[in-house]
């Protein structure tokens, strides 16, 4: 999941947390929110941590070389 879908999560999560008032028999409209809302945030963080663990924007690229001195194969 990445940081898009995760904006997009907690927006709909908060929508339905904060903004709606409707009941449907059988849910929670609010919980269901809350659990958008929290997920949403959980992969945010998730995808944060994994966006600086490759380098993210600008970060240090490192490039190994490696040199093969071998002569061809017949």
Do not use: H
Not at 33 to 59: D, K, N, P
């Amino acid at each position: 999941m990445g940081i898009g879908v995760s904006l997009i999560l907690i927006a709909i999560g908060a929508i339905l947390a904060f903004a709606v008032n409707a009941e449907v028999s059988g849910l929670d409209v609010q919980t269901i929110g809350w659990i958008l809302l929290a997920v949403g945030v959980l992969g945010a963080l998730i995808s944060m941590i994994y966006w600086s663990s490759w380098g993210g924007w600008g970060g240090s690229r490192r490039r190994e070389v490696v040199y093969d001195d071998r002569p061809p194969a017949p």
